[in-house]
T-cell receptor, first 112, second 116 residues
Framework: GQNIDQPTEMTATEGAIVQINCTYQ??????LFWYQQHAGEAPTFLSY????GLEEKGRFSSFLSRSKGYSYLLLKELQMKDSASYLC?????????????FGTGTRLKVLA | DSGVTQTPKHLITATGQRVTLRCSPR?????VYWYQQSLDQGLQFLIQ???????AKGNILERFSAQQFPDLHSELNLSSLELGDSALYFC???????????????FGEGSRLTVL
């Protein structure tokens, strides 16, 4: 089966850097996604990793280690608007189709 | 605006009733996914359709059913509603994967169902 773990909550200060970790177990790994979700709103796509290494996109970076089943999302120069839930999702192709399995999300609070 | 349209945005109904949620995917996307998100919970995968055919099932209750029509819009039917069915229901679509494409999900704004 599939399993995704990420911390429930994190708190950081405006202007700081925060790293949100995600570990996963899946038999048909086909990519890892990070989404941002503000309360009551739709998730929006942040980043994608399918090969090992770091992908950088402005203030956001995401890292993947397939051998360790591990990813992290790094947010730099935190702003108040970054207060949201961050969802780690794995795309699994075990059943011959793509399934996107989401973790429960990490609620990030950015304090002034 | 993700390009995925969901209706209705809000729905209040009573236990035992039946509702239908509708989703129109982004133009060109053949895959539609349905997710349930209860209060402070993660996104629970319900079901996936590709070009009119059911492709994968997640933790979808027998009281729930879905279909995708020839014009690619999809409907999620929820029947014999219970209090615990109150949740945000998201529809998402994805473009085909391929070279240079990530195939990420694009989510609609969701349908908030309240069962009283």
């Amino acid at each position: 089966g599939q399993n995704i773990d990420q911390p429930t909550e994190m708190t950081a200060t405006e202007g700081a850097i925060v790293q949100i970790n995600c570990t996963y177990q899946t038999s048909g790994f086909n990519g890892l996604f990070w989404y941002q979700q503000h309360a009551g709103e739709a998730p929006t796509f942040l980043s994608y990793n399918v090969l090992d290494g770091l992908e950088e996109k402005g203030r956001f970076s995401s890292f993947l280690s397939r051998s360790k089943g591990y990813s992290y999302l790094l947010l730099k120069e935190l702003q108040m608007k970054d207060s949201a839930s961050y969802l780690c999702a794995v795309r699994d192709s075990t059943s011959g189709t793509y399934k996107y399995i989401f973790g429960t999300g990490t609620r990030l609070k950015v304090l002034a | 605006d993700s390009g995925v349209t969901q209706t209705p945005k809000h729905l209040i109904t009573a236990t035992g009733q039946r509702v239908t949620l509708r989703c129109s995917p982004r133009s060109g996307d053949l895959s539609v996914y349905w997710y349930q998100q209860s209060l402070d919970q993660g996104l629970q995968f319900l079901i996936q359709y590709y070009n009119g055919e059911e492709r994968a099932k997640g933790n979808i209750l027998e009281r729930f059913s879905a279909q995708q029509f020839p014009d690619l819009h999809s409907e999620l039917n929820l029947s014999s509603l219970e209090l615990g069915d109150s949740a945000l229901y998201f529809c998402a679509s994805s473009p085909p994967t391929g070279v240079g494409r990530t195939g990420e999900l694009f989510f609609g704004e969701g349908s908030r169902l309240t069962v009283l």
